[in-house]
């Protein structure tokens, strides 16, 4: 069964360094999203893109967040500043239509910021 | 900004009983709510879903109904199996305002015990 894989698992950084969370989502999908849960609280929209655009994002993607699809698989999410409360499980979803109930997610990436 | 609340965040069965899981929301503009499953170290999984059209939407043990009045929706499992055991994540979104936008309650830990 298809399925959405993001890299790393786990990633360590210190408060003011880039990261990019990297995801591939399921290769006929059009519709991409990134979602945060920082612990103990709850699965938070962050952006949606689709067709090479942001379509929405949340007030929590400042522009301190950026969203890329490089090639034809990878949809990457960086920080360019990461501070202490981006420390969160980061969740990549996708969907092939748009629909919310379409959205599969992947298993997420832990980011601490330290 | 508490749109969609859960108020239990855990609940413990015995296996063979009946679960039910607990959702409130408050915006009156969401018109779809979902129930996603989530286990340790795993995206959120999509469960069952139903339109504000409909008060009632059954699939296998799972039943999910819908007081709009109350704005309440509820997660039935019957009968409630180990493997149900995780974190129940209720879901809403404003499929009329043209968003796949999920907002998300902070979760209920299901644990069924054989």
């Known amino acids: 069964e298809p399925e959405v894989t993001q890299t790393p698992s786990h990633q360590v950084t210190q408060m003011g360094q880039e990261v990019i969370l990297r995801c591939v989502p399921i290769?006929?999908?059009?519709?991409f999203y990134w979602y945060r849960q920082i612990l103990g609280q709850k699965v938070e929209f962050l952006v949606s893109?689709?067709?090479?655009?942001?379509?929405?994002k949340s007030e929590i993607f400042d522009d301190q967040f950026s969203v890329e699809r490089p090639d034809g698989s990878n949809f990457t999410l960086k920080i360019r500043s990461t501070k202490l409360e981006d420390s969160a499980m980061y969740f990549c979803?996708?969907?092939?239509?748009?629909?919310?109930?379409?959205?599969?997610f992947g298993p997420g990436t832990r980011l601490t910021v330290l | 900004d508490q749109q969609v609340k859960q108020n239990s965040p855990s609940l413990s069965v015995q296996e063979g009983r009946i679960s039910i899981l607990n959702c409130d929301y408050t915006?009156?503009?969401?018109?779809?709510f979902l129930w996603y499953k989530k286990y340790p170290a795993e995206g959120p999984t999509f469960l069952i879903s139903?339109?504000?059209?409909?008060d009632k939407n059954e699939d296998g043990r799972f039943t999910v109904f819908l007081n709009k009045s109350a704005k309440h929706l509820s997660l039935h499992i019957v009968p409630s199996q180990p493997g149900d055991s995780a974190v129940y994540f209720c879901?809403?979104?404003?499929?009329?305002?043209?968003?796949?936008?999920?907002?998300f309650g902070t979760g209920t830990l299901l644990a069924v015990q054989p």
């Open positions: 979803a996708s969907s092939e239509v748009d629909r919310g109930d379409e959205q599969f």
């Open positions: 290769s006929n999908h059009l519709y």
């Open positions: 893109f689709y067709n090479n655009e942001i379509s929405e």
């Open positions: 915006n009156s503009m969401f018109d779809y």
């Open positions: 139903i339109s504000s059209i409909k």
């Open positions: 879901a809403a979104l404003n499929y009329g305002g043209a968003t796949n936008k999920l907002i």
